[in-house]
């Protein structure tokens, strides 16, 4: 392995990646912004806590991309994709991963119409707008990867023919990290077609107490998302929002900045594995949608800084010597963050 610096004085430091808050730099009060602020208070109504969880899917929705999160169960997290579906006006689906799904049971097949006398195609559970696919890594490797395909190519082709997703099409994938039996490993090569990694775990007290007091009572979700939801949105406006943050300007010392971190990874002494050129492309175009829900039509540092930990946890792979010392890749992304200077734009 090349040898990263040892800790080099950076001119101007990157803050702490733990102290970005979305709030920095704000801007005018754009469409794009409005509409943050509309989804994120109409998620509140329901879905408690979980800020980060929030902002980086929205971040990730309206950047094209797709997230996987980490955390045990009962967090939350069909809750939170059904309420997100309703809020933004668009269809959820779900899918529960097992050891014996097969790669049709979520694209779908062709069936025999008796009356036709013909086959005809039966799309499946993934002709949806927002997909939760529960515990992914449950399924072996040729189901999970007919789906991370189709987040890629938001087609499906069965006996030659190609059927369009209808866009958005959102991935919202979990996974459990306390259980390793019967569980298969997503290989680095489908890990990195998620834009964000999202770790998600136990509320404070305050949350947690507030939870009780919101859920407590046994009324079904469905009527609790109609009495209590409103949709604020479409997916022809999440569309057009999401097709104008291609116009927030990323400045050339911004984009060496991102740079500098993606490569830096591949040298890091406690990795083994670095990112990817798709992890700086995660990095601009969500820099770009943070800019945008900011108010602002260029994007800053501490865009970068907000999404640096999501957008590479799950790009890069710790050395046999650190998981011995017990390191933490988001402790050691952090340092390297740290070590890169901050451009002045």
Known sequence: MGGAPDGPVAPRSAPDVDDAKPSRHQGDDTPARQLYDRVHAEIGKVFVGQDELVLGTLVALFSGGHVLIEGVPGLGKTLFVRTLGRVLGCRFGRIQFTADLMPSDI??????????????????????????????NRSPAKTHAALLEIMQEHRVTVENVSHRLKRPFFVLATQNPIESEGTYNLPEAQLDRFMFKMNVGYPGAEEEADILRRHSQNVDIDRRLQENLNTVTSPEEILRVADETNGV?????????????????????????????????????????????SGRDYAVPDDVVEIVLPALRHRVQLTAEAEVEGRLVDELLGELVRSVEVPRL
């Not at 097949?109 to 799309?123: C, H, S, Y």
């Not at 010392?253 to 995660?282: E, H, M």
């Open 249 to 293: 300007h990323v400045d050339d010392k911004l984009l060496d900045y991102i740079n500098k971190i993606v490569r830096l990874t591949r040298d890091w002494p406690q990795f083994y594995l670095g990112a990817s050129p798709r992890a700086g492309i995660a990095l601009m175009q969500g820099a770009r949608t943070l800019a945008s829900f």
């Open 107 to 136: 694209t779908g097949a062709p069936i025999f119409d008796v009356k036709t006398q013909e086959f005809r195609f039966r799309p499946g559970p993934v002709f949806t707008q927002f997909l939760l696919a529960d515990e992914i």
